[in-house]
């Protein structure tokens, strides 16, 4: 397995070998600590290396600064470095990121896998909006490394290219009231042919046998299954115990298919009580309305109240049921355009795990953004 480990005291030995086996200086990647002693290492490089990743005991001009050491198994492969945030000389330099493997660790992709682990990182560490990165114009490789890992080449000089990640973007494409013998074809088909998977909340009572080979395309293609009750009926004035049965019925038959429990429910018609947040352990999604529901709209009408309505962490309210064309229609508009922004699609389950909310840090509300 591999993958990122900051700096430690705990690593010392393997940490202090792989230090003194990088070179001095190559393709821009510097080392100053490769000729050091295994006592300066321990006493003053290593601490140091804490030290910065903490803001303490920076050097005049320096920015906080983690090291992450990329390990497979048990063995250091690579290094790579974190700046936490830029100055005027990083943003006209080096930037958030450097990184070096060994020499003959070379050509095995660990540095296509260790910039993905580290720009995943950066992205919960550093204030900016895109990442900033540079590399040596005689140094190919790792230029396409950096293109295969979503960056663009924002300027150059004689000597290097200067690069840019852009912050990502995320979005979840979720379907009511299915499923359904022919849209939710449809809906699907269309998923797989723009390569994007959604979340579909499901009536109970629509999950007959009959429709279970569509569910399990579902899973198939990564979506997710959750629930909106098992009959789509107005839950206000029911009782505590015909709500938790709405629930736990279709919670089962969810379970059936993919042998693990719903995390999320979407209230029929949206409609809340405090009964139903105490009745019901799942965090409640609404999502961007696009008017779905209503006939006489057309797809260019839902696509752009779906567009206009997205941002980071947003949720997508559609509907697969049955003869609901416009709506596949308007798929062909809406995932095009928001991929064209900057937009990756993910689950609910992904969107919201990405936000950090929990059953048990979930706000009493319906969720339309993660950010609400």
Known sequence: MIYLKEANLEDVQKEYEFITQLPEDENGFTNPNCGCSFEEFTEKILPGYIDHSKGLNLPAG????????????????????????????????????????????????????GLRLTIEKAWSIIPEDEIYMSVHKDNPASLKTQLKNGAYIHHEDEKEYFTRVKRPKYIALTFDDGPSDTTTRQVLSKLKKHGVVGSFFLIG?????????????????????????????????????????????????????????????????????????????????????????????????????????????????LHDLEGNDATVEALDIIIPELKKQGYQFVTITELVQRAGITAENAKREVYTYTDQ
């Open 62 to 113: 320096h920015v906080p600064e983690t090291q992450y050491f990329l390990w497979d198994e048990d063995e250091i492969v690579g290094l790579f470095r974190i700046r936490h945030h830029l100055c005027e000389a990083l943003a006209n330099g080096a930037g958030h990121i450097g990184y070096g493997i060994r020499k003959e660790f070379r050509g095995r992709g660990y540095a296509n896998e």
């Open 205 to 317: 009572q629509n999950m007959t046998p009959e429709r279970e080979e569509i569910l399990r395309e579902e899973i198939a293609m990564g979506c997710d299954l959750q629930n909106h009750s098992l009959t789509h009926s107005d839950m206000r004035e029911m009782s505590e115990e015909t709500i938790k049965a709405e629930i736990e019925e279709t919670t089962g038959r969810i379970v059936s298919l993919t042998g693990k429990e719903p995390e999320f429910f979407r209230p029929p018609y949206i409609y809340v009580s405090d009964r139903m947040f105490d009745s019901i352990p799942l965090i409640f999604i609404c999502g961007i309305a696009s008017d779905d529901w209503i006939p006489d709209t057309d797809a260019a009408h839902r696509a752009r109240k779906v567009i206009e309505g997205a941002r980071n962490g947003a949720v997508v309210l």
